[in-house]
Structure formats: structure tokens, C-alpha cells
């Protein structure tokens, strides 16, 4: 029953990832990599599903066979989740500067050149309360954005979803508009701290639930395995017995 709800949650989850459009430039600028990972957890969490079914089959109908081809997918899965593990601790720094470089080219090279990419970050911004890659004067280096609005080339402009709550638009216009480049925008109106920075913490805030909920799922799972090796010594003695 645990494996079935952890798949249903897994399931869930994935749908969530799909649905929600502001989740994917938290982690990664690729589009298709992200839409890989969604549907690799979707598709673990299937088998998943898959294997707490056929168990509970194979225990109702004493089924030695159904017992072992749940064991089996069950082993698969454990194996490949400790691989992904060992993995992402061995490229955790590797992780870490693929979302500063995804951050980054996100300010500096796609938010004027996609309009999906603009809302998307804007989001982020206002949501997350962040301002550029690493500071608001990121948006300096963002030729695109600010061209057409002034032919100054020492004065930038920070998008309106780098504007606090709370304040009339026009005093956080007066922090946005016409910066001069080299000047720090007005910290009373616009967030003082980058997305990348924020995205970090949010990590690293949630690594150590996600390293309980990755353990106790692990756990049950190898509970799992010894059960079905304890319950299929018992059907292959049961049938010795009859035989």
C-alpha cells in the first residue's frame, strides 16, 4: 500500500512539473531536458505502481512466478535510485554552475528574445522576490532589453518584476528606469538579491527533507525485497509440501 501511494504522489508530482509553468527555470533554461526529467519521474512512478500492484497480486493468488517479477522490477528501481544518488553527489558542484550559467543566460541572452522566457522570469522575480542572476545590475549587461529605450549607452533599465510590493508604481519606476550603469538601483523599492542566490538556498534549505523522504522511501522499498524473498522461500516450501 505505501509503494502504491508513493508512486500516486510520484505520478502527481510529475503532473504538477508539467502543469506549473514557472518551475522549469529554477533548475534549467533547457526546455528539453526539463520535459526528459518529467517524464522520467512519471514513468518510474508508473512502474512503481506497476510493481505494488502485481505484488499484492502475487501474494493474493500465490502467484511464485508474478512474486518474482515484482521482485525483480522492485530491484531495478532500487538500484537505479542509489545510482542516481551516488550521481548527483558526485555532480553536485557540476549542478550547482549549470543553474548559475542557466540563470545567467536566462538575464543576459533570453529574456528579451523569448516572450515565454520574459513571463517565466518575471515570475520567478516577483514570486521568489529576486532581482537579476546574482544582483539587479545584472540587467546592465542586457544590450537588447535596453535599447530603443535609451540611446544612452550608460544607463540600463530592471524589469517592473524587480519592484517590491507595497509601493506605488511610479516610485518604483524612479528605481528601474534610466539607472546609471556602475549605480545600485534604490534597495527600498527593487529586491537586492539575485534569483540564483535565492534558488541555491531553496536547495539547500530542502536537501536534508529530501534526503529523509529519499531515505524512508529506500527503506520501505528494501522491506519490500526481503518480504517478497521471505514470502517466496514460504510458496516454494508450500508447494514442495504439496508435491
Avoid at 3 to 18: C, E, T, Y
Avoid at 62 to 91: D, H, M, P, T
Wanted: proline residues 3%.
Amino acid at each position: 500500500m505505501k509503494k502504491q501511494l508513493f508512486a500516486v504522489a510520484g505520478i502527481g508530482v510529475s503532473i504538477w512539473m508539467l502543469v506549473d509553468p514557472t518551475i522549469p527555470l529554477h533548475f534549467t533554461q533547457e526546455a528539453n531536458d526539463y520535459l526528459i526529467s518529467t517524464v522520467i519521474i512519471f514513468v518510474a512512478s508508473i512502474i512503481l505502481l506497476f510493481v505494488a500492484i502485481l505484488g499484492i497480486y502475487s501474494v493474493s493468488r500465490e502467484s511464485r512466478k508474478a512474486l518474482i517479477a515484482s521482485f525483480c522490477l522492485l530491484l531495478i528501481i532500487v538500484v537505479a535510485q542509489i545510482a542516481a544518488g551516488v550521481w548527483g553527489y558526485i555532480n553536485r558542484e557540476s549542478l550547482d554552475a549549470h543553474i548559475r550559467a542557466s540563470v545567467k543566460k536566462t538575464v543576459r541572452e533570453d529574456y528579451d528574445r523569448d516572450e515565454n522566457v520574459r513571463r517565466l522570469f518575471d515570475t520567478i522575480q516577483s514570486k521568489m522576490e529576486c532581482c537579476g542572476a546574482e544582483r539587479p545590475t545584472d540587467w546592465t549587461r542586457v544590450k537588447e532589453f535596453n535599447m530603443g529605450v535609451s540611446s544612452n549607452p550608460q544607463l540600463y533599465d530592471i524589469p517592473d518584476s524587480c519592484c517590491r510590493p507595497g509601493y506605488a508604481p511610479e516610485d518604483c519606476r524612479r528605481s528601474t528606469r534610466s539607472q546609471k550603469v556602475g549605480s545600485e538601483p534604490d534597495k527600498k523599492f527593487v529586491f537586492e538579491r539575485g534569483c540564483y542566490t535565492l534558488i541555491m538556498e531553496t536547495l539547500s534549505q530542502s536537501i536534508g527533507m529530501i534526503l529523509i523522504v529519499g531515505g524512508v522511501i529506500l527503506a520501505i522499498e528494501l522491506v519490500g525485497l526481503l518480504l517478497g524473498l521471505i514470502i517466496s522461500c514460504s510458496m516454494n516450501r508450500t508447494h514442495r509440501y504439496k508435491a
